[in-house]
């Protein structure tokens, strides 16, 4: 039996570690563009200084020899020939599987606006060689523009911020992180950017990129006329699955990859896990579907059971927060619960004894039962207490025969 793996990353690598504890004998060849395994969670780490390659291995040095894993590294594969059960390799070199993992993840996404997909000194965010083309562009620049407030971009900006650079960052949203924070929450990080004077552009979308001689980056233009002096763009705009080699419609393709809950794909004996499959793409939800993908490879029956992927957690400037589920009830008919102190700010959403969503900004103490009680929607409404106070201990009552039960089951 031979398995291959597209991708060295959260997916790719978990699955290939987990085929090898269930397989001792097959052969496992992880191929990937990647020419180093890393975490690109961490890659602004490395912008601002404090940490290098090195540092950012979610793997030990001896990691591929140790798993016997063959890696065929910095090779993108441009074609699969489901047929054959046979990927082809940009120097056109064939390697053959008898199971496959697509696990080859996402790409930044650059919008199609004017001059920005044609100017230079523009940077994506995804990958190890972005960050030294980002370094290049630090040395001749003073004033960047990021293009987009989720994570990926604040992530940029307080790398970028670290090397001096003056920033501005535009968000079409009208608050910065908008998928994990309300207005509130935001406002509490945006005082701490503005703090430290990095400008923040929001429900403004990017126009037009102004150019100057030679194609160089001179100012971006916003949707409310406003003009931006600045030497490089940094685009955090989302990304996309990396599919390109899949042709032919010979796999299931709608947002990613499709899959069901052992990672099975359209095409036999083709699996799928991580970014590139779009369930939802953070880092935990790739290491799982790896995982459970390795299980039914090797023919151990494994169902991702868990693909609660509203949970953020954040610690930008020194302050944290969780959030969790929805951020804005989304009608009159929830319940909205707040506690505010200088130092804090906490808020739930439920309604009939179900929560939908919290944010934990300052405190993030209660954030594990909180987690719990969102992501398997436990009924609350028998427990009489504050709902900021629930804890572990209110779903467990004693039986008759004073053994300890679990109500919530
Ligand atoms: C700056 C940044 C910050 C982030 N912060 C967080 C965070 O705080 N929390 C969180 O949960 N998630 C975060 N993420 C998202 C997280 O990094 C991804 O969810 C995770 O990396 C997905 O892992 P993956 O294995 O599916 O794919 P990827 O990490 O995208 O890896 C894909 C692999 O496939 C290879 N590949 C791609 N195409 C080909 C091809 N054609 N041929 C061969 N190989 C190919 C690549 O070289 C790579 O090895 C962040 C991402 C970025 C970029």
């Not at 395994?37 to 540092?55: A, D, F, P, T």
């Not at 930008?316 to 929830?334: H, K, M, Q, R, T």
């Not at 504050?386 to 804890?391: C, G």
Request: include cysteine; aromatic fraction near 8%.
């Amino acid at each position: 039996m031979k398995y291959v793996i597209i991708g060295a990353s959260a997916a790719g690598v978990n699955a290939a570690k987990t085929l090898r504890e269930l397989d001792n004998s097959s052969e496992i060849t992880v191929i990937s563009k990647d020419t180093n395994v890393y975490s690109r969670c961490m890659l602004h780490h490395v912008i601002g200084g404090r940490r290098n390659l090195e540092k950012i291995s979610f793997v030990d040095k001896d990691f591929f020899s140790k798993y016997r894993v063959t890696w065929i590294k910095n090779k993108s594969i441009i074609d699969i020939n489901i047929d054959k059960r046979e990927l082809v390799l940009e120097d056109n070199s064939a390697e053959k599987y008898d199971k496959l993992l697509i696990a080859s993840g996402a790409s930044s996404f650059i919008p199609p606006v004017k001059n920005l997909r044609e100017a230079k000194r523009v940077y994506s965010l995804r990958d190890y060689d972005d960050v030294l083309n980002i370094e290049e562009g630090i040395k001749v620049s003073k004033k960047a523009v990021i293009l987009g407030a989720g994570l990926v971009g604040i992530d940029a900006a307080i790398g970028l911020m670290e090397r001096d650079i003056s920033l501005s960052i535009v968000e079409m949203g009208d608050r910065i992180l908008p998928l994990q924070l309300d207005k509130k929450a935001a406002n509490r990080y945006q005082k701490l950017l503005k703090d430290k004077n990095i400008e923040i552009y929001t429900s403004v979308k990017l126009e037009e990129v102004i150019l100057k001689e030679g194609g160089f980056v001179d100012k971006v233009k916003l949707s409310d006329g406003t003009e931006i002096e600045c030497d490089m763009i940094v685009v955090a705009a989302g990304v996309r699955p990396n599919v390109g080699f899949i042709k032919n419609e010979s796999i299931k393709i709608e947002r990613g990859i499709v899959v069901d809950n052992t990672c099975s794909t359209s095409a036999k004996d083709v699996y799928a896990a991580g970014d590139v499959t779009f369930t939802a793409p953070i880092w935990p939800i790739a290491v799982k579907q790896g995982i459970v993908a390795a299980y039914n490879m090797t023919g151990h029956k494994k169902y991702l059971e868990d693909t609660f992927a509203l949970r953020n957690s954040m610690n930008f400037l020194g302050l944290e927060c969780v959030s969790l589920g929805i951020v804005e009830a989304p009608d009159n008919s929830y319940v909205v619960d707040i506690i505010e102190t200088e130092d804090v700010y906490k808020k739930i959403i439920h309604k009939d004894g179900i929560v939908y969503g919290a944010i934990l900004v300052g405190d993030i103490s209660y954030c594990g039962v909180l987690q719990y009680i969102v992501k398997n929607k436990i009924d609350i409404s028998n427990i009489n207490k504050n709902i900021f106070k629930i804890d572990y201990s209110d779903f467990f009552s004693i039986k008759e025969d004073g053994q300890f039960k679990y109500k919530a089951l």
